[in-house]
């Protein structure tokens, strides 16, 4: 079995990601960060979700983003509640953390690397693409070319380095659909941006209003 | 003025490039890592240089490169001392880092974009080709393209990033004569892989013996 590393947040898409990297025949070594997120409960819903899936092995590393500040899941700035489809449509919105994508990858990269790996897998999809820009086709692109470019594996041995992106051409109906045909335990991942301590999602963010959209048009019950 | 990233480690070649930021008229805010590296006294004499040159601030983020080990400089792996020319000059060394400049110049983007500055700057050089592929002209300017389509400022406002790397040409004497005419207090950088904890260099790692033959090409007194 070929090693691959797959980003993993608690999250839906994240846990599909894993779900479908496992389907492909990938031993998955899960990756999370805590990075001053306000939310760390997402952690152990991670690690919840990387053992239910059959992740080879969980890493959490500590990377510190809020000492750079500038966005509301990680500065003391409140998260938008209650937005209109207009705004949450378009524009980059205040949930965006600077180059956090880039950051990620760099990390799955040097864990890849590390392990010999030349697979990384990310739940970036199309219903991110107009607000974060790291969330595009091109973006990624020029990551994996980064890549080869970075690293010892590519540079000297011609490793080729491959990023996944499963969920890129899917509506949030879609990924719930691929998610429970994969068997991921939905009511176990955590979409919200501020959910409560113990995990209760505020049902007023961008992400519960996309999440509850994505259910409604999929015709799957949430939490089940 | 313009704002600029700079990458600052606490060794002899960062220590120049923020000399040279300085003096093609960049504000300059320094950016170094605690990642578990075993000799944090450079982190002490990052911050020691940054004022003494003149940068606006100097910010330390922590990251943890531990949890994927593979680098004598992270893990438990000695230090080589002592190797022939030959060995110096071919092959990736062990104390590579995985990815380490992707990590490096992902988290300089996103205190950039904090900044809204879109120079960064970076000391690698010629030297390090042969070993290090994330020092090679290439890499940065795939750097480069990652970054205007990772970033707001890239994919919506037009900016188009760039990473410095005036060292890129240049060979160890040829930095030790730039530092010396930037006024970079050369005595104060730490250059080696093993320094005990008060900052005296082992004098065996290749580090030290590419410094070592740098002062001597260049005809100055190291630690003047």
């Keep these: 079995m070929k090693n691959a590393v797959v980003l993993l947040s608690g999250g839906l898409d994240s846990a599909t990601v894993l779900a479908w990297m496992r389907r492909e025949g990938y031993a998955c070594h899960a990756l999370s960060f805590h990075y001053g997120q306000r939310h760390s409960i997402e952690l152990a819903r991670a690690a919840e979700l990387a053992q239910a899936l059959g992740a080879l092995e969980h890493k959490v590393t500590e990377i510190d983003l809020r000492v750079f500040g500038g966005s509301a899941l990680t500065a003391d700035i409140d998260v938008p509640k209650d937005r209109a489809d207009r705004d949450i449509a378009h524009g980059v919105p205040i949930t965006y953390v600077p180059a956090r994508n880039t950051i990620f990858l760099a990390f799955a990269l040097a864990y890849a690397e590390t392990l010999g790996a030349s697979d990384i897998a990310i739940g970036v999809n199309a219903i991110d693409y107009s607000g974060y820009p790291d969330c595009r086709p091109e973006f990624i692109s020029a990551f994996e070319r980064l890549a080869n470019l970075a690293t010892k594996a590519g540079a000297q041995d011609g490793a080729r380095f491959r990023v996944h992106t499963p969920l890129q051409e899917l509506s949030k109906a879609g990924i ?49």
Tied chains: 1, 2.
């Design 176 to 224: 719930v659909r691929l998610a429970v045909e994969l068997g991921v335990p939905v009511g176990r991942t955590l979409s919200c941006y501020d959910p409560s301590s113990e995990g209760v999602p505020c049902g007023h963010c961008d992400s519960c209003i996309l999440r509850r959209r994505g259910f409604a048009e999929a015709g799957i019950r949430d939490g089940a």
